[in-house]
Structure formats: structure tokens, C-alpha cells
């Protein structure tokens, strides 16, 4: 586990990685273990009952009441998964709404590269075929991203995040997001034509002090 | 008639299943060799093999040819050829009409592939095509649009010869053959034709609808418009999943009857489940929008979880028809397993994607191309093949090699999950679907290897099937009319059934396993001879 950073800054804030992680921790190992129970049941029937004589196979071929309570047991787990699903996706779904973003970003998605142009210190930066100029953050505060695209569907996702939001023309969406100190890799994750390849940024969470001696300077300075 | 005019013109049900199943084959492997150069390109990052634009293409038309021109059109295949005789029915519903939507079908493939010889390039915005990217001005040019006809002329194709065997089930059954005591493989093929009959219409009006835009008629504009446009496609594009899905889980459920002797297991729970299924597949379609912001997720979310119960039943059944059994390890019956269990990680990965909050991990990357990878190919093409081997004994008079089938099997076994594992972790890793190139990143260069050999395993896989059949017609093993005891009343008839279906009069029908009655029956008399009146 990464440590948080600043600690206190984050505190009512909603992770959008350990909301993942959580759900991902329940629902993988439940998967994997209906797996190797089925498998192990057919390995099982095919080996007992492997090789007897046509007319030893039994006749029996139904058995409702048992078919009934299983269902229900299925009906079940569902109901379990969808509440924890549920329970995260409030959370998540949520966190786009924060209030008191400590920073807003808009975003804006085009043929093919990212333009992040922050409002309260007027400057733009790019990345995509046009170059590699980074989305610097500040880490442990509630970032708001507003998201646009000029053309087609895009996609802004940062995976180490786990968590992607389309960017669609004639809307702006809002994701609200948080970052742990680091430098992780996003992309587009819809395809948007010719070079959705190349268009790819680089998004730089450092030290609210940081990022605010970097914002001042106006971008026009290499990133700390 | 006979050759070639006979295969062109005749409206026995068997000519045209057959003719549609052998032309789906033919898109199958065309559709493959587009995966060959995708994973060639895609070997290691930044590759040169092929351009950007031709990577756009080969991406889209693998997709839009298995879906559009294989998988769904070979299920229908399989069901025109085989229901009428599973019902006892001498002859198909509207048979001249089938063979009409057979024709248009096939046209419209042919249109689609026309696009490869069109400047600009053939289809390339993928087999969902989404406005607005495939609009005039984003993707100008013939070849997109001969992909919006080509879908519109087949989805049209496909929409009647379904009709055609919806209207069969309804009207041809023999007498006794209620709806209770169709065969397995009958229900699932009559709920797949239903979902196409309620979803392919969608289809062919979205696909309209694009080309209008695309030609100054600006329909799919704006954030309603995109919205619009995912809605539209995916009423049509989830229901057709599950088209894709069930005749192949009827063929492995038959193959697995058959080859454990015993019928199969909760056959009233087993119909429920599959009714049941389609119903909701045709409420989930907004799951493929979680990340647009434009949908009510936990609804979609709700009836999409919701169809891991009658999926559970379908996989109890399964094991319950294995129990107490008398099986056979024939290559039908490890096809059919190797279906099951290999579909069941397709499945288990569908509940993952169902939650929103995993899925805006997800969506758009390497764990959806893994997913639906697991169902189509580690599953309905797996119940395909298993089709092919409990039914191709019927259809030409000779059975297969079983030597080169296990030996095919197991190629296919490792080919496809040496391809499709790997795409799990990249996916979780952040690679995005539909990328020329990736950058390099640790691990992902090994994955990416580990994928494209096991593309080719899989080709070789296919050449042992290709090989087989040859082999198998060339020098064959006459099958009889019932190789394998079967249960259904197509094996109460030549191989290959004569042109009416029937020429003896038909056992009668007192469940949805006649020929396993009459069994049954026959031993109860030679283990009771002590009861016979000494008269």
C-alpha cells in the first residue's frame, strides 16, 4: 500500500482506487473459486462415471425443488454483489460531485491530443501528437476535471486511477478525482480514429506547494 | 436438383443451412487471417507491419466479419438445418424466402469486403461503428459506407431466415411434438431467432440511419446524438451476444446428452432459464455506456448481474446430466466440456464487467476484448466445433476422425488461452483495445508475444479441422443413420437425410428424447423376460 499524501488533506475524500481494489478483492477470488469448483465437479463426473455400459446410465433427469433453491442461492449472491457494487458505485458516482475541488481542470479531447487548461491560472497545456507536456496535480486534494472533446468520443482515463469518464461533444462531464504522489501514464480508451494510438499524456501528482509554485510559474517551466 | 445449380436455387432446409453454414466458414477463416496480421502487428510495441489506417481496418473488419458474417449467421445455419429435423417437420416455413434472405446476406458480406478495394480503405471506426466518429466528415469515403450496406443487407438476410425458422417451430412440429418435448438444441435455436427477430430490426434502422448522417443528414449530432446512436446500436448489439451464444450451448448440451447416455438433466428448469435469458438480454444494453454519462447504471447493472442466475442453472443442468451418466470422451463431448468450462471464465469475467465501478477500469480495454474473446471463441466457437463433430456424421454420411480431432482439440485448447489469458493482465495494466502501438512498458511486451503465437497455435488448430474434413470425405467412414445412439429424431433418419427428412414413419414423441424412450424401452423388455406370459 502507498501512503497517503499529505495524510490530513485527504480525509472525507473517496478514492476511486480503493474503491476498485475493494470491489475487485471480493468479486475475483468469489469468481475464481466458482471456477475451480466447476471444474473440479465435472473432472469429477466425467472420471466416476467414465466408460460404463450404456444401460447403466441413470434415468433420473429432473429435480425442481433443487433447481428452485439453487436459483435462489443465485439469486442471492447477486443481490450481495449488487450491493457492494452499489455501495461503491454511490461512492464513486459521488465523488464527481465533490464541492470544494482544490483545483479545476478542464478537459478537452480532440483529433489527437488532450488539451488541460486550468482556469484559475490561465494556461493550457497539451499532450497527444502535438508533444508530451504533463497534467501536473496536486496529490491528496479533490481534483475536478471538466470534460469535454471538440470532434469525437475520446475517453480520459488514467488506469492507475481505475477510472475513465468519455469525453462526448456537446457536453462537459464532471470527474472528480484523487491523486496519490506519483506519475502515472493516461490515455484515450475510446477509439477516435486514425492515431487514438498516439494519444497518450502523462499525469504528475505532486505536493500541493509544488503545484502551486509550478502553476504560478505558469507551465512555462519544466514540471518539478 | 443436383451441384452446384441444386446448392444455388434449391429451398430444401438442408441446401440452404448448408450453403449459409459453408460461406459463415468461409468468413471465418477471412476473419482470421485479419487476427493473424492484428497479432502480428501487435507482437511487440511500436511495431511497422502494417499502417495505422490499415490496423483500423483489419480491427474492424475482424470484428464485423465474425460477428456479422460467422458466428451469428453460422448459428442460424445450424438451426435451419437441423429444426425442422429435430421437430420432425419435412420441410421449412417460407423456404423460398430463406433462401432469399440466404442470398442477401451473403451479398451484403460481399459488399462489406468490396470496402478492402475502396480508396481510403474499408471499413475502420469498428464493428460498433459510433457517431460521430463514423460520420461523413470524421470517416469520409466508399468504404465506410459500403460497411453501413453490407451490415444493412446482411442484418436484413439474417432477419428473415430467422423468421423462417421461428415460423417452422410454430407451424411444422410433428404430431406429438408439443413445445415441452422439443429437443435441447431446438429450444435454444427458437429463443436465438426470436432475440433476432426482435433485435435485427433495430439494426438495419440504426445502420439506415447512419448512412442518412453520413450523407448531410446529420442525425447523430451532439451529446444526444452519440448517446442516441450507443443506445440504438446496442439494443440491437446485446441481444445479439446471446444470438451468438445459445445455438452453440444447444449443440454442446446435445453433444453432452448423447455422449453421456443419459438425457439431459432439468430440461423444464433448463428452458425457463433460457427464456428467462433472453428476456433480460434484451434489458442490459446500456452496460456498454457506464462511462458516458448518459445512462442510469445501476439499472443496466442490476439486470445485467441478474443473468449470472439462469446462467447458473444452465452450467447445474450441465453437471447434473454428467452425474449418473454413461460417458463417452468422443471429440464432441471435449468440445462440449472444453465449451463449458472455458465459456464459464467469458461468464465470470461478464459479472465482473457488470458492475459500474469495475467497469470504469474495464471499458474500452484489453479485459473486454479478453471477455467477449472467452465467450465467442473459447466458447461458441468450441460449441460450434462440437456441433460439427456430433452432427457432421448426419450431414455427410461419414464421421470425422477422432484421432485428428482430439489432436485439434488440444492445439485449440492451448492456442486460445495462450491468446486470450494474457489480455486479462494487460487489460488491468491500462492497454487499451483498439491500438496500432503501444509504448513500452514492463511486461507487456512478453504478453503481447505469449498472444501472437498463440493466434498461430490457434490457425494450426483450424488447419487440423480443415485437414480432417478432407481427409474424412475423401477416404470415409460410413456413419450409419445413429453413430452416436442419439437421442433426437433427426438421427431416426438417413445420413444424410433424404429430402423430405423422413421416409419411415417417425417414432412417437413422448418427451424431448424419443430415440432414448424407445431405448429404454427395449431394455425394460429384455431385462424383464420372465414377465412374458409363457402363452
Known amino acids: 500500500m502507498q501512503v497517503w499524501s499529505p495524510v490530513g488533506a485527504i480525509q472525507g475524500l473517496i478514492d476511486t482506487r480503493t474503491e476498485y481494489d475493494h470491489l475487485f478483492s471480493i468479486y475475483v477470488p468469489i469468481a475464481i473459486g466458482v471456477f475451480v469448483l466447476i471444474v473440479v465437479l465435472v473432472l469429477a463426473a466425467v472420471l466416476i462415471y467414465r466408460r460404463r455400459p450404456p444401460e447403466r446410465a441413470a434415468r433420473w433427469h429432473e429435480h425442481n425443488p433443487l433447481e428452485g433453491t439453487y436459483a435462489v442461492l443465485l439469486a442471492c449472491v447477486a443481490g450481495f454483489l449488487l450491493y457492494l457494487t452499489f455501495t461503491a458505485e454511490h461512492k464513486v458516482d459521488t465523488v464527481a460531485n465533490q464541492e470544494h475541488p482544490s483545483v479545476v481542470i478542464r478537459v478537452s479531447a480532440s483529433k489527437w491530443e488532450w488539451a488541460f487548461s486550468y482556469p484559475a491560472y490561465g494556461f493550457t497545456v497539451r499532450s497527444g501528437v502535438v508533444g508530451r507536456q504533463p497534467l501536473v496535480v496536486p496529490a491528496g486534494e479533490a481534483v475536478r476535471f471538466e470534460i469535454t472533446s471538440l470532434d469525437v468520443i475520446h475517453s480520459f482515463w488514467i488506469p492507475a486511477l481505475r477510472y475513465k469518464h468519455d469525453a462526448i461533444p456537446g457536453s462537459t462531464q464532471i470527474a472528480t478525482l484523487v491523486f496519490r504522489r506519483g506519475v502515472f501514464p493516461g490515455q484515450c480508451a475510446e477509439f477516435c480514429g486514425l492515431r487514438h494510438a498516439d494519444m497518450i499524456f502523462t499525469a504528475q501528482a505532486v505536493s500541493p506547494a509544488a503545484f502551486a509554485t509550478w502553476a504560478r510559474s505558469r507551465g512555462t517551466a519544466a514540471a518539478p | 436438383m443436383t451441384g452446384w445449380l441444386g446448392a444455388v436455387t434449391s429451398t430444401d432446409h438442408k441446401r440452404i443451412g448448408l450453403t449459409l453454414g459453408v460461406c459463415s466458414l468461409f468468413y471465418f477463416l477471412l476473419g482470421g487471417v485479419f487476427a493473424l496480421l492484428m497479432r502480428t502487428q501487435l507482437a511487440q510495441s511500436n511495431m511497422q507491419f502494417v499502417s495505422d489506417n490499415s490496423y483500423n481496418e483489419l480491427f474492424t473488419m475482424h470484428g464485423s466479419t465474425m460477428i456479422y458474417l460467422f458466428v451469428t449467421p453460422m448459428a442460424i445455419a445450424m438451426a435451419i438445418y437441423l429444426v425442422p429435423l429435430q421437430i420432425g417437420a419435412t420441410r421449412l416455413s417460407a423456404p423460398r424466402l430463406c433462401l432469399a434472405g440466404m442470398w442477401t446476406w451473403l451479398c451484403g458480406g460481399l459488399v462489406m469486403q468490396q470496402g478492402w478495394f475502396a480508396s481510403g480503405g474499408a471499413g475502420r471506426t469498428g464493428w460498433s461503428s459510433y457517431a460521430p466518429l463514423s460520420n461523413g466528415t470524421n470517416t469520409p469515403g ?350 431416426a433418419t438417413t445420413s444424410p437425410p433424404p429430402p423430405l427428412n423422413f421416409e419411415a414413419p417417425l417414432p412417437p414423441i413422448r418427451s424431448y428424447a424419443p430415440l432414448l424412450d424407445l431405448r429404454e424401452a427395449e431394455m425394460d423388455r429384455a431385462r424383464r423376460p420372465a414377465e412374458v406370459p409363457a402363452s
Open chain 2, 142 to 491: 466508399v468504404g465506410q459506407d459500403l460497411w453501413v450496406v453490407g451490415v444493412i443487407l446482411a442484418a436484413a438476410g439474417m432477419l428473415v431466415m430467422a423468421a423462417c425458422v421461428v415460423a417452422t417451430v410454430a407451424r411444422r412440429r410433428a404430431p406429438g411434438m408439443s413445445l415441452l418435448r422439443m429437443p435441447v438444441f431446438t429450444w435454444t435455436a427458437l429463443v436465438s431467432m426470436l432475440m433476432v427477430v426482435g433485435a435485427f430490426p433495430m439494426l438495419v434502422v440504426v445502420m439506415v440511419l447512419l448512412y442518412i448522417d453520413r450523407h448531410g443528414g446529420h442525425i447523430f449530432t451532439g451529446f444526444e446524438g452519440a448517446i442516441d446512436y450507443q443506445d440504438l446500436f446496442w439494443f440491437f448489439g446485446h441481444p445479439v451476444v446471446y444470438v451468438m451464444f445459445f445455438p452453440y450451448l444447444g449443440a454442446a448440451a446435445e453433444a453432452i446428452a448423447v455422449n453421456a447416455h443419459k438425457r439431459w438433466f432439468g430440461y423444464i428448469a433448463f428452458v425457463a432459464s433460457i427464456m428467462a435469458f433472453a428476456a433480460l438480454s434484451m434489458a442490459v444494453w446500456s452496460h456498454h455506456m457506464y462511462v458516458t454519462g448518459g445512462v442510469t447504471n445501476q439499472y443496466f447493472a442490476f439486470t445485467s448481474t441478474a443473468l449470472l442466475v439462469p446462467a447458473g442453472i444452465e452450467y447445474f443442468d450441465m453437471i447434473g446430466t454428467l452425474i449418473g451418466g454413461s460417458i463417452v470422451l468422443r471429440t464432441s463431448m471435449l468440445f462440449a466440456l472444453a465449451f463449458f468450462l472455458q465459456f464459464l471464465i467469458g461468464g465470470l469475467s461478464g459479472i465482473f464487467v457488470a458492475s459500474p465501478v469495475l467497469d470504469y477500469q474495464a471499458y474500452g480495454t484489453y479485459i473486454i476484448v479478453a471477455h467477449f474473446h472467452y465467450t465467442l471463441f473459447a466458447g461458441s466457437i468450441f460449441g460450434f466445433f462440437a456441433g460439427v463433430y456430433h452432427w457432421f456424421p448426419k450431414i455427410t454420411g461419414a464421421v470425422l476422425r477422432e484421432r485428428l480431432g482430439k489432436l485439434q482439440l488440444l492445439v485449440m485448447v492451448v492456442g486460445t488461452n495462450m491468446t486470450f489469458f494474457p489480455m486479462f493482465f494487460l487489460g488491468n495494466d491500462g492497454m487499451p483495445r483498439r491500438v496500432s502501438r503501444y509504448p513500452t512498458h514492463p511486461g507487456w511486451g512478453t504478453l503481447n508475444e505469449i498472444e501472437t503465437i498463440g493466434a498461430g497455435v490457434i490457425a494450426l488448430g483450424v488447419l487440423t479441422f480443415l485437414i480432417n474434413v478432407f481427409v474424412s470425405l475423401r477416404r470415409r467412414v460410413p456413419a450409419g443413420d445413429d453413430p452416436w445412439l442419439g437421442h433426437t429424431l433427426e438421427w
